[in-house]
C-alpha cells in the first residue's frame, strides 16, 4: 500500500501522474485491483491500494515501463519519498 505525499503546490500535478498510474497499470496482466484514494484528513496525501492475482504479475508490474517512468516523474513532486506497506487480505 503505497502512500504518497505532495510537495506544497504541486498536489494537483500529483494527482495526475497518479491518476495516468492508475489508468496504465489497471490494464498489466494480473490487475485485480489498483485505486488511489486522497486522505480526507490529510490533504495533499494519496494512498494506492493494489491487488494482484499473484506475486509473479505483482513483480512483472513493478517491471512495466510506465512503472519505472512513474518513479522518475514522481519523485520530484513528493515532500518525502513515498512509502509502500505490503498488505495480505484476510481470507
Not at 491487488?51 to 513493478?62: C, I, K
Not at 512503472?67 to 513532486?77: A, R, T
Not at 518525502?80 to 495480505?88: E, G, N
Request: charged share 25%; glycine share 4%.
Amino acid at each position: 500500500m503505497p502512500v504518497f505525499i505532495a510537495k506544497a503546490g504541486h498536489e494537483t500535478d500529483l494527482q495526475d501522474v497518479l491518476r495516468a498510474l492508475q489508468a496504465e497499470s489497471r490494464k498489466d496482466p494480473g490487475c485485480l485491483e489498483y485505486t488511489v484514494f486522497s486522505d480526507d484528513q490529510r490533504p495533499g496525501t494519496f494512498v494506492l491500494i493494489e491487488g494482484w492475482a499473484s506475486r509473479e504479475d505483482l513483480q512483472a508490474h513493478n517491471e512495466e515501463a510506465h512503472v519505472k517512468d512513474f518513479v522518475k516523474e514522481v519523485e520530484p513532486l513528493l515532500a518525502v519519498p513515498f512509502s509502500v506497506t505490503p498488505c495480505t487480505p484476510l481470507v
